[in-house]
């Protein structure tokens, strides 16, 4: 399955752990994937069951927390201090299914988490560009450390274990160029407006293959990956999960 992973410290540290204003961080996000993905219009609320997981719609048009879903989620966590967002898009179907979690909690670290699932469909969104589309999307939401976008098998395939890796690409809040990573198929800047409205790069998705999806199970895809990730250590350019 190919996950979008998203690691980002939190803004607030000991702050409100409110379901509602937390959730408006994503609300971007939510609204992309409602956008391009003709089975992302509607989420719901993951329950224990196929039933309990269709009761409740978590957004609206505009992205943002339903009444019913925000009463059901303080409820179930009233007074934890670790929560979670975990909702899907009703489709039992692999080709067709999608589901994301934002995992929360009152520290400065670990840092909080999004997780975006779309198993073997993720084509669904529309190819590489909407892709990117949606990794910049993130970025300009939550500031991220990291992204990455692989399955998780690749995690035992990629050289380092105690770093992000790059799987078919990965964001890094740094300004990179082809002399940096040779290896790259594409290098993709990450722009966000300043006070001015004028745009800034901060930072770079790093795109193993461009002319179809990566996978773990092809050789030559993982051999490209991992000099990718080689390439980027031996610059110091890919923190440890414990420098992030």
Same mark, same amino acid.
């Given at each position: 399955m190919t996950i979008i992973t998203a690691d980002f410290k939190n803004p607030k540290p000991g702050g409100s752990l409110a379901f509602r204003p937390i959730v408006e961080q994503i609300g971007p996000i939510v609204r992309y994937l409602q956008q391009i993905d003709p089975l992302g219009k509607e989420w719901f609320?993951?329950?224990?069951? $196929?039933?309990?997981?269709?009761?409740?719609? =978590?957004?609206?048009?505009? &992205?943002?927390?339903?009444?019913? =879903?925000? =009463?059901?989620? $303080?409820?179930?966590? $009233?007074? @934890?201090?670790?929560?979670?967002?975990?909702?899907?898009? &009703?489709?039992?179907?692999?080709?067709?299914?999608?589901?994301?979690?934002?995992m929360f909690h009152n520290e400065d670290w670990p840092a909080w988490n999004l997780r975006i699932n779309y198993g073997e469909s993720i084509q669904?969104?529309?190819?590489? @560009? @909407?892709?990117?589309?949606?990794?910049?999307?993130?970025?300009n939401s939550l500031r991220p450390a990291y992204v990455t976008?692989?399955?998780?098998?690749?995690?035992?395939?990629?050289?380092?274990?105690?770093?992000? &890796?790059? &799987?078919?690409m990965l964001y890094l809040?740094?300004?990179?160029?082809?002399?940096?990573?040779?290896? =790259?198929?594409?290098?993709?800047?990450?722009?966000?407006? @300043?006070?001015?409205?004028k745009d800034n790069q901060i930072g770079t998705v790093i795109v193993s293959l461009t002319d179809e999806?990566?996978?773990? $199970?092809?050789p030559e895809h993982v051999k490209v990956s991992n000099a990718i990730e080689i390439r980027l250590v031996d610059q110091d350019l890919i923190p440890t999960f414990a420098e992030l």
């Open positions: 609320l993951m329950g224990d069951t $196929e039933a309990e997981s269709l009761l409740y719609s =978590a957004f609206d048009g505009t &992205g943002q927390l339903t009444p019913a =879903a925000e =009463a059901v989620l $303080e409820t179930k966590f $009233e007074g @934890d201090n670790v929560r979670y967002l975990a909702v899907w898009n &009703g489709k039992l179907e692999e080709s067709e299914g999608a589901s994301f979690n934002l669904r969104l529309g190819g590489l @560009d @909407d892709v990117l589309g949606l990794l910049s999307t993130i970025v976008v692989a399955r998780n098998e690749y995690f035992e395939k990629q050289v380092f274990q105690d770093r992000p &890796g790059v &799987g078919w809040p740094r300004v990179l160029t082809a002399k940096q990573v040779p290896e =790259a198929r594409s290098l993709f800047p990450v722009m966000v407006k @300043d006070e001015k409205g999806i990566f996978s773990d $199970e092809n």
